[in-house]
């Protein structure tokens, strides 16, 4: 049988979008295999230095203790994953009031941010991490607030710059608000959904103390955080050590946001390609 022009036109489009969807279909299940698999590394981490930084007194379930509140600095070693600033000196928040830092390298685990802190502070859950990443893509400088911005606020009397010192710890307090204030879950993933609508570092099961400015400036970040709601916490983890006797601290660490899924643009062209195959047949 002899075929026309066009008959042979429309039976080439009409392979080539079986083959396109064949391997669309591959690539989007292999990624998908890929995008389910659980965010763990193991690797070492001990306590280098906090900067900045300032001195607090923090209580927690009874305990009163003077701690350093403030952005730390981690020396973060090994299978390091997709950490940024790793390996080397990393960046990070305390997620972890019940376990104390250690200065010797110890083994830790990288893990999805709302499955840390470990058993005893946590896990936070799910809506405790969307809220606290809302805090920290908004406070958290990467620049360990160097510019002015990063460091104005208006506490009620007209915007006024602070120190990188009393901001730092601002964030730190209230990043400890957002995962311990009654969050008494130990049951395992899953933590505490219920949330506070009152966060306040000056009340309730968890409280700092020690400087005016800290306690307010902390404030009035939890209060915009919860007017903005949770966000997405993809481009956070938590650093877990849940392996020796004491439990050392937990901390939440950057790693880069998530990429544009490559099969987006591979289903645009397929999509194109069904129109184009569409006109054909109907000139056919």
């Known amino acids: 049988m002899i075929l026309t022009f066009k008959e042979n036109v429309r039976l080439i489009c009409q392979e080539v979008k079986e083959v396109f969807v064949k391997k669309v279909i591959i690539v989007v299940g292999v990624l998908f295999l890929f995008a389910a698999a659980p965010v763990t590394a193991d690797l070492t981490v001990k306590y280098n230095s906090a900067s900045p930084y300032t001195a607090m007194t923090v209580t927690s379930t009874g305990i009163d203790a003077a701690v350093i509140t403030g952005q730390y600095k981690l ?23 019940w ?4 200065t010797s390298a110890r083994s830790y685990a990288l893990k999805p941010l709302d499955q840390t802190p470990d058993t005893g502070a946590g896990p936070m859950g799910p809506v405790r991490a969307g809220y606290l990443a809302t805090l920290l893509d908004t406070y958290w400088d990467q620049d360990d ?30 990043a400890w608000e957002i995962v311990d204030e009654f969050n008494t879950d130990t049951t395992g993933p899953g933590g505490d959904t219920v949330v506070p609508t009152g966060w306040d570092v000056k009340t309730g099961l968890f409280r700092v103390s020690g400087n005016t400015t800290v306690e307010n400036l902390a404030n009035a970040m939890l209060s915009n955080v919860v007017a903005i709601g949770p966000s997405s916490f993809s481009n956070y983890r ?9 439990h050392y601290q937990d901390y939440v660490v950057r790693v ?22 569409l006109k054909l047949r109907k000139y056919a």
């Open 256 to 277: 880069p946001p998530p990429p544009v899924p490559a099969p987006a643009a591979v289903l645009l062209g397929m999509l194109g390609l069904s129109v184009a195959g």
């Open 145 to 174: 607030w160097s510019s002015l911005a990063s460091r104005t606020f208006n506490l009620g009397g007209g915007s006024a710059s602070y120190s990188a010192n009393r901001v730092a710890a601002a964030v730190q307090s209230a």
């Open 75 to 97: 020396d973060v070693q090994g299978d390091v994953g997709d950490i940024i600033g790793a390996p080397g000196i990393v960046k990070a928040v305390c997620i972890d009031l």
């Open 99 to 102: 376990d104390w830092a250690s």
């Open 238 to 246: 938590g650093l877990s050590n849940s392996t020796d006797a004491s």
